[in-house]
């Protein structure tokens, strides 16, 4: 039985002909750039999560990177952020010049731990600390970080919170007597819908979320290349536009989006009751009470993790490694001065993490073969 690391064809099937139909009103508007589809999938999106700014923008790496540039981050500011994510979260410090600091993860959680964040930034001179400009939190595989020992961070230090929501759109954890969703509690929230997203584009495409006016008005302006009135450039900006067809196709998809992630929930609560007895077989760990995990992937830790990898595949189930190098090991990063166990629990991550198929429309039969495939291997 095949069962692929995710397909796409499933999802599109079910919506073709409503997502030809919204792509060929935008062609036949001839409104390529900006207009009425991508303000009313920006109002759409703030609806949503509860937010009352959202800015399309053209990619989830962008998102992070314009929010940065709203914060006017450059040369001898600090970004502290997390050594295990997608190579974004890093690289849009380093694009303005700014240097990475990183505390290590919560190894259960595989995002940031506030411990070990506040221990950096007490072990900092205070001229070091002074030039701290923002924390950058990853809610990992579609799981919150923890952002109420991360928030009480921010305001001990008086210092912003961008988080990175790339991978949870959705996503919640009780702060407090409230329940908000990811992207909202800091002072911006970036998204990204890059198709394999729980809400997917045909391409690229992001969004920028924040409650807060000015910051939304200035985002507004850097996006469009810091124009105000068009050809007037009080700031230098960049083209970080959502594409209206991207736009159109994501409008489609988003009221679909909590059935999805109920899917995906689903698919992992059989994952975590059937695999509970494999004792190699560590299965995500919900790390708050009524926390909100949308599974944008499923990964477990395990021990000969590219062996077991190597062994599913032979058996047609696909898997993927996210990520098999953190950033302080990364050729790049070499001049930041770390080494090899200087984030253990990152370290752990990226050997022994292995993401299983998780997509909402997985088949028991399907399920059942990744299953008994896994137990096999440790079974001999």
Same mark, same amino acid.
């Given at each position: ?16 002909? &409503? ?9 036949? %508007? ?9 303000? %009313? ?23 992070? $990177?314009?929010?940065?540039?709203? $914060?006017? /981050?450059?040369?001898?500011? +600090? ?9 974004? =979260? ?9 240097? /990475? ?16 964040? *506040? ?6 001179? *205070? ?7 923002? +924390? ?11 952002? !109420?020992?991360?928030?009480?961070? %921010? &305001? ?6 961008? #988080? *990175? ?13 409230? +329940? #908000? ?28 979320? =924040?409650? *807060? ?20 450039? %009080? ?9 209206? $067809? ?44 009524? !926390? ?8 477990? $830790? ?13 058996? #047609?189930?696909?898997? !993927? ?25 990152? #370290? ?22 990744? +299953? ?9």
């Amino acid at each position: 039985m095949r069962v692929p690391p995710l397909d796409l064809k499933l999802q599109l099937n079910s919506l073709r002909e &409503e997502i030809l139909e919204a792509v060929t009103q935008v062609i036949d %508007s001839t409104r390529y750039v900006g207009g009425p589809v991508v303000d %009313s999938f920006e109002k759409s999106v703030a609806d949503y999560l509860g937010a009352k700014h959202a800015i399309g923008v053209s990619s989830g790496t962008d998102a992070l $990177l314009v929010a940065l540039m709203g $914060l006017k /981050i450059g040369p001898d500011d +600090i970004v502290i952020t997390t050594p295990y994510s997608f190579f974004a =979260t890093a690289g849009v410090i380093a694009r303005l010049n700014a240097k /990475i600091m990183m505390a290590d993860i919560n190894l259960d959680t595989y995002n940031l731990d506030p411990g070990k964040t *506040d221990e950096l930034l007490k072990s900092m001179s *205070d001229s070091e600390r002074k030039k701290v400009k923002a +924390i950058l939190p990853v809610h990992l595989y579609g799981q919150t970080a923890d952002m !109420n020992g991360l928030m009480k961070v %921010s &305001e001990k230090y008086g210092i912003p919170v961008i #988080e *990175d929501g790339a991978q949870a759109i959705g996503a919640r954890i009780p702060m407090g007597e409230k +329940i #908000e969703k990811a992207g909202i509690i800091g002072l911006a929230g970036c998204f990204s819908f890059f198709p394999s997203k729980n809400l997917g584009a045909a391409g690229d495409g992001g969004m920028v979320v =924040t409650n *807060d006016d000015e910051f939304a008005d200035y985002l507004r302006m850097l996006k469009n290349h810091g124009a105000r009135p068009k050809y007037y450039h %009080s700031h230098i900006g960049g083209n970080f536009r959502l594409d209206p $067809l991207q736009a159109a196709i994501l409008k489609v998809k988003l009221p679909h989006l909590d059935s999805w992630t109920a899917g995906r929930q689903k698919n992992a609560a059989y994952y975590d009751a059937q695999m509970a007895d494999i004792p190699e077989v560590k299965t995500p760990v919900i790390a708050y009470d009524r !926390n909100y995990h949308i599974y944008n992937q499923y990964v477990i $830790l395990v021990p000969r993790r590219d062996e077991l990898m190597a062994y599913l595949g032979e058996k #047609e189930i696909g898997t !993927n490694i996210y990520y098999p190098v953190p950033f302080h090991l990364q050729p790049c990063f070499k001049d930041l001065g770390l080494k090899e166990g200087d984030f253990p629990a990152s #370290e752990a991550a990226a050997n022994g993490s292995l993401a299983l198929p998780i997509y909402p429309e997985l088949t028991i039969d399907q399920l059942d073969h990744v +299953i008994s495939s896994i137990r096999e291997f440790y079974n001999g």
